[in-house]
């Protein structure tokens, strides 16, 4: 059996995240269109440059995000609850999905801004032990069940802290996160 080279072991080591699958998770419902897809278009764009493969539930709707809006709008205002449920239960069954399919989540929370979705996917990320990394410009505007969710080193005020985070990830230098699993695969 032939032995390893350091050279090659440090190239192994130093891009971890390459082919690894995230999905971020984020309010679609209570803020604007824009707001919902701008910053998944910017941490899709410095995920890539990992190698990171991205889930995007605003790429992944149906038709596209206002007509899901208008849609979803349509029904609750013609109170047409059983079509709204069979709807919802579709979006919530993929996007679950996606949470089982990833290696890590990344979770945008902005303050003052409710997000069901985003707090059921990330508690999905948690009990299945996945990195679930949150992004929030004010950690003291986080709700307090959240503390005790989630390890407090996966907390970031800001994108740039996150991706400083994923860059010591993906050299190797943390190590000691038993979360983070670099399984290899013929």
Not at 7 to 27: D, F, I, N, V
Not at 102 to 127: C, K, N, W
Not at 156 to 165: A, I, N, P, T, V
Request: hydrophobic fraction near 35%; charge should be neutral.
């Amino acid at each position: 059996m032939a032995t390893e080279t350091k050279e090659a072991k440090k190239a192994r080591q130093t891009s971890l995240l390459k082919h690894k699958r995230t999905y971020l998770a984020g309010p679609i419902e209570h803020v604007s269109e824009k707001d919902a897809m701008k910053w998944r278009d910017q941490a899709t764009d410095r995920l890539h440059k990992f190698g990171v493969k991205v889930f995007d539930p605003c790429k992944s709707i149906e038709d596209n995000i206002h007509q899901q809006r208008k849609y979803i709008t349509e029904l609750k205002n013609a109170r047409r609850f059983d079509a709204l449920r069979y709807k919802m239960k579709r979006v919530v069954r993929q996007d679950l999905r996606c949470i089982d399919l990833v290696d890590f989540v990344v979770v945008y929370m902005p303050p003052g801004v409710q997000s069901t979705g985003t707090l059921h996917e990330l508690i999905q990320a948690d009990r299945e032990y996945k990195p679930t990394l949150l992004v929030c410009e004010d950690l003291t505007k986080l709700p307090d069940w959240i503390f005790g969710i989630l390890p407090t080193h996966y907390m970031f005020e800001s994108f740039d802290l996150l991706f400083e985070y994923l860059e010591l990830v993906d050299s190797g230098y943390i190590q000691d996160d038993m979360r983070w699993q670099f399984l290899e695969f013929e």
